[in-house]
């Protein structure tokens, strides 16, 4: 966990903006569940294990309670309980989250994601929509330049049952393995599949489905013929399918690419899932991931809802940005201060402040009823990109001086024009 400095809290809420700005274009509402859960909604889905991964405590009543470490099961707990809602329910949330995880380039304990989700919609429809929203949101902030990876989980389960994989604890470590193959390499997975107890053929098998994949409109007739038969196969192709044509009607095909090697390592997810990626940073691993969890809302509710959604890691997204120079100059040093030549002018200064602020200039002025000479150094030391100077000369003619802090020229301009007059010089 670490401080925020001004400059990058000044670049986070510019993003959180952005993100927001597409949240309501798309329909979204936007809440945020509490902070704490208690312990046993976090272990409902994730089960006991999780309590290596959060933030738990007990706190003075003696209850067991738990820091949330995603914003999906705060979401599903308020959504499922509340049955006055029309589905479908298009929510989503900005906020930080806190997992005990060794600190890593672009992951810390403490984090911001952004997270939509749509509630009541089984149809691959709503899986468009999440990936569309995704993909807007990585347009807004200026990362054109993005790759959108599709599978279906149930692709891979229909697989690995077909090769005599049939417990669900070996399934989700099948799982995990195949989630990480990006960061391990096949050399590292095969020899965790060969420790799991699997034969070479298997390995061979597992790694070769999970490197299927390309352009949609030209790999999904050659899949549907390579993928062994099933009626589990057979329905994660066709929500796969599906998923494709309504990106497509969405126009995000050209942004989306069929990868069976995204798994989503989450067990919650049960159907389509994704993960968005800077095509050219593939060191920071995904830029955003979600998927379909069908059956989540009924474990923390009175609700049985089908449900999918997205979620970006703030922190991850801006190293993106950061490298391509995509932040704009977002410095929160004042646009204008204004000094005054004595004391007895303060009155009058601060009527200037007051008009400035109005006209939406960040606006200081000195605090310490300090000399002319002070005060323009301190506008300066504050990086202030004009001074207005009240004196009593300018006063009585209805004007004030602005100083040009960059190249020290001044200039005289009437009280009533010096908001407008301040903006043309700090632009």
């Not at 070996?170 to 393995?177: C, G, K």
Request: with cysteine; hydrophobic share 35%.
């Amino acid at each position: 966990m670490r401080d925020i400095e001004p400059d990058e809290m000044a670049r986070r809420i510019w993003l959180a903006d952005k993100i927001r700005q597409v949240l309501w274009s798309h329909g979204f509402q936007l809440l945020e569940p509490s902070p704490l859960e208690n312990l046993e909604t976090l272990e409902a889905k994730s089960g006991p294990e999780i309590r290596d991964q959060v933030y738990w405590f007990k706190d003075k009543g003696g209850r067991d309670l738990g820091l949330r470490f995603d914003l999906t099961v705060g979401m599903t707990r308020m959504v499922a309980n509340r049955l006055d809602l029309p589905v479908p329910i298009k929510v989503a949330c900005i906020g930080g989250n806190w997992r005990y995880e060794e600190p890593q380039f672009g992951r810390y304990r403490y984090f911001t994601q952004w997270d939509a989700e749509i509630y009541g919609v089984t149809e691959p429809t709503a899986d468009a929509e999440i990936i569309a929203t995704g993909s807007d949101i990585l347009d807004a902030v200026g990362l054109k330049d993005h790759v959108i990876r599709i599978s279906n989980r149930k692709l891979l389960e229909g697989f690995l049952r077909s090769l005599g994989i049939q417990t669900q604890p070996e399934l989700e470590r099948f799982f995990r393995v195949v989630d990480k193959l990006g960061k391990i390499g096949p050399g590292q997975a095969e020899r965790e599949l060969a420790t799991a107890g699997l034969s070479k053929d298997q390995i061979r098998s597992i790694l070769g489905f999970a490197g299927m994949g390309g352009d949609p409109a030209k790999v999904m007739g050659d899949l549907e013929k390579r993928l062994p038969k099933g009626e589990m196969i057979t329905k994660g192709f066709q929500e796969l399918s599906g998923t494709i044509e309504a990106a497509e009607y969405l126009g995000k095909l050209s942004k989306c690419t069929v990868d069976l090697g995204i798994v989503r390592g989450i067990g919650y997810y049960d159907g389509t899932v994704y993960e968005g990626f800077d095509r050219d940073a593939d060191d920071l691993g995904s830029i955003f991931g979600g998927g379909r969890f069908d059956k989540l809302t009924k474990t923390y509710g009175k609700r049985d809802m089908p449900a999918t959604g997205v979620a970006g890691g703030i922190e991850r997204l801006m190293l993106s940005l950061d490298r391509k120079k995509l932040f704009p100059d977002l410095e929160q040093r004042p646009e204008a201060f204004v000094v005054t030549v004595n004391e007895s002018l303060r009155r009058e200064g601060l009527k200037i402040v007051e008009r400035l602020r109005e006209a939406g200039i960040r606006t200081d002025y000195d605090l310490k009823q300090r000399t002319l000479q002070k005060q323009l150094e301190y506008a300066n030391a504050v990086g202030a990109r004009v001074t207005v100077i009240v004196g009593p000369r300018e006063l009585e003619e209805g004007k004030v001086r602005l100083r040009d802090m960059k190249s020290g020229k001044e200039r005289d301009v009437p009280q009533s024009l010096v908001a407008e007059e301040v903006q043309k010089n700090a632009s």
